[in-house]
């Protein structure tokens, strides 16, 4: 018997948080497409790292939810479930505070026909 569900959604969900590391270090090399290293505020934040998931439906949708910055702040620090811990050598306590005000405070995404 598999250690793990064998349902498609489970499946992918597995290697999404199997690909995940990878994601993110290449993410950390580029965060602000310039090389500098620097994020260049929270919706840059979430384009580069969050997207990938709650765009995407790998993740919840996220904005338009008015989550509260500090939950997000938490959710990302400490992980969630399927959402993985983002240390603050990744994502700095500025970008963090600048993406969680972002995404607290972002309009639902239009729905696609």
């Known amino acids: 018997m598999s250690p793990l569900p064998d349902s498609p959604a489970a499946k992918r ?19 602000d497409g310039d090389g500098d290293g620097v994020w ?11 997207g990938h998931c709650h765009d995407t439906g ?30 603050a050598s990744f994502i700095d306590d500025d970008a963090l505070q600048q993406v969680a005000d972002y995404i607290a405070n972002a309009p639902a995404p239009v729905a696609k026909p």
């Open 40 to 50: 260049k505020g929270g919706e840059n934040v979430y384009a580069k790292v969050c």
């Open 13 to 31: 969900t597995f290697a999404a948080c199997l690909a995940l590391p990878l994601a993110l270090f290449a993410c950390t090399a580029a965060a």
């Open 58 to 87: 790998i993740g919840p949708q996220v904005k338009g939810r008015q989550l509260p910055a500090p939950y997000i702040t938490a959710v990302v620090r400490h992980g969630f479930r399927a959402m993985p811990a983002f240390p």
